[in-house]
């Protein structure tokens, strides 16, 4: 069954001004849609592979076109218009298990903010800076991945695209401000609905 670009649960001025219109735009109707077209004709081009080494060749664009559909469905919904522009509870974390397992793990929130920036600020070349949850520790944590490559270590909490196409025509070349911009967008209240799902599938 082909992939689909699942829709954006809001509109694509709906982040700014945290992350333009431009941006959104752009961001989901042409790159989302490439790495969805891409990951169907690799997968159809898999199916139709009749030898060890023609599935093989198709390895690299299964994992980057897979990867970056799999991301970038995980990044819209990570995202809500902002509370501080009146537009929604994007950026609010509210009292409960999220937030009591970023204490546990990081001390506060600014902590974890200060950690996974400077943590994903360092990623060289293209990638994503997640906090996610590390079943063996059973603690959340901050981890990056290179270029499209999924998590697959830690359950993803929050991802954030570390790709220039998602900052680029509006922060430059300036990563930082990107990352604080973000935090204010942020869907905390997804983000504890993953973390709930991950904790109660970790106690089976
Ligand atoms: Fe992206």
Redesign the pocket.
Known sequence: MAHTLPPLPYAYDALEPYISKEIMTL?HTK??QTYVNSLNAAEAAYAKASTPKERIALQAALKFNGG?HIN?SL?WTNLAPSKSEGKGNGGVLAAGPLSDAIVKAFGTLDNLKKEFNATTAGIQGSGWGWLGYNPSTKLLEVVTTANQDPLLTHVPIIGV?I?E??FYLQYKNVKADYLNAIWSVINFEEAEKRLLEATSTSKL
């Open positions: 961001h790159h989302h970056g970038h990044f695209d790709w196409h998602a």
